[in-house]
């Protein structure tokens, strides 16, 4: 079990004199955490409040990144309505570059009307706001190369924004949830969880139920989802380098799902998900792990396997595929196909090297033409990462 600390600096009821003083207490106290054995450390947002209250709660979070070695560095939360999206992300990526890698960004649509109303928001628009923020953040992060994005609050028109976050494909995201619907819904969108902190041990355990049944699972699927799959690939990449054993990612892309989801509809498109992920999962071993992690993009965690045995093993699942055609609504009929890449693990890598190789070679394999099975080289050109 590891434990955190929550809060911020206030200074109520005293007459300050010196505001320095009440950021250093929350320095020192952060620091003395960190020597004492604390994990992370999540800060609150608040504006106008007159007693002290953290306002720029990255700017601190850049101040506590050089001050500190382990500790993780969370929002909780930065209040998405009230922020320039564009701004907040590049913010956001400085802290976990600064860091190391040690951002949690937690997200949330804001409670008090005093501080809307400071904004000159309307409070009516904290959900729509919220919502366009997510996807602004999540397009940010995702996208490579500039984009634009064109919303009800918000227009940004061919933006690139820097600097990328260090953690592969972004910081975690967190909210604060309590009833089932929004446990469900952050689970659902892969978000991390912030309890209360008043209930009773046997409600926070219902909670915790409530939320895993839905955090671990893709909806549509009901196969292992990218939270699930990220978490054990760190244990099969610690396995792999504390046992010397062989490792293998691969990355899959079904190829032109685009055109398909044009040619049978989004309903249609959605059962091609199904089957190909049902498809690759009863060829696979019992130890192998398949996961989607987002669109048509599956991952497959093989342990104990090199890179050679598992392209072979991938061009078998390709040619028993080419055998399938597949019938939607007793309609169309399709044939599919894929695109994989393949990277082994070195025990020089970190997790993110051994996914950049794969995402590398994916790349690789659309580039010649899809439809084929890529592994990186034995000697990568670019390692992104080494451990020391």
Not at 334 to 359: R, V
Request: proline share 4%.
């Amino acid at each position: 079990m590891e434990f955190g600390i929550f809060g911020g600096a206030v200074a109520r009821f005293v007459n300050i004199t010196n505001e320095r003083q009440v950021y250093s207490s929350i320095i020192d106290y952060v620091c003395e955490a960190e020597e004492l054995g604390f994990k992370s450390f999540f800060i609150a947002e608040h504006h106008f409040s007159g007693i002290s209250q953290i306002s720029a709660v990255l700017n601190v979070l850049s101040f506590l990144a050089a001050r500190t070695k382990t500790m993780r560095l969370g929002t909780a939360v930065s209040v998405l309505p009230w922020h320039s999206p564009a701004l907040l992300v590049e913010q956001a990526a400085t802290v976990d570059v600064l860091s190391g890698g040690r951002l949690d960004l937690g997200l949330g649509r804001g409670y008090r009307r005093s501080e809307f109303e400071g904004f000159c928001i309307p409070f009516e628009e904290a959900d729509e706001r919220y919502a366009e923020c997510i996807e602004f953040i999540r397009k940010a992060w995702t996208t490579k190369g500039r984009f634009s994005h064109h919303g009800k609050h918000w227009d940004f028109e061919n933006v690139l924004i820097e600097p990328a976050p260090l953690q592969i494909p972004h910081p975690p995201f967190w909210v604060g949830a309590g009833s089932p619907p929004s446990l469900r819904a952050a689970a659902a969108q892969d978000f991390n969880i912030l309890l209360d902190q008043i209930a009773a041990p046997a409600l926070i355990g219902e909670r915790l139920r409530i939320y895993k049944d839905y955090a671990y699972t893709d909806a549509l699927t009901e196969i292992p989802n990218r939270r699930f799959y990220y978490e054990r690939l760190l244990q099969e990449i610690a396995r792999a380098r504390r046992g010397a054993h062989a490792l293998t990612l691969a990355l899959v892309d079904l190829d032109l799902f685009k055109e398909i989801n044009e040619e049978v509809g989004h309903r249609g498109g959605d059962q091609v998900l199904k089957f190909f992920s049902q498809f690759v999962r009863v060829n696979l071993r019992q130890e192998d792990v398949v996961c989607r992690i987002g669109g048509d993009e599956f991952a497959i965690i093989l342990p104990d396997t090199p890179s050679d045995r598992a392209a072979l093993f991938f061009e078998r699942v390709k040619q028993k595929l080419d055998q399938v055609e597949l019938s939607i609504d007793g309609r169309s009929r399709l044939t599919l196909s894929f695109s994989c890449g393949l990277a082994s693990f070195k025990p020089e890598y970190l997790p993110e090297d051994l996914i950049e190789e794969a995402d590398h070679s994916l790349y690789s394999a659309k580039a010649r033409g899809r439809n084929r099975v890529v592994a990186a080289a034995s000697t990568p050109a670019l390692v992104s990462r080494a451990v020391h």
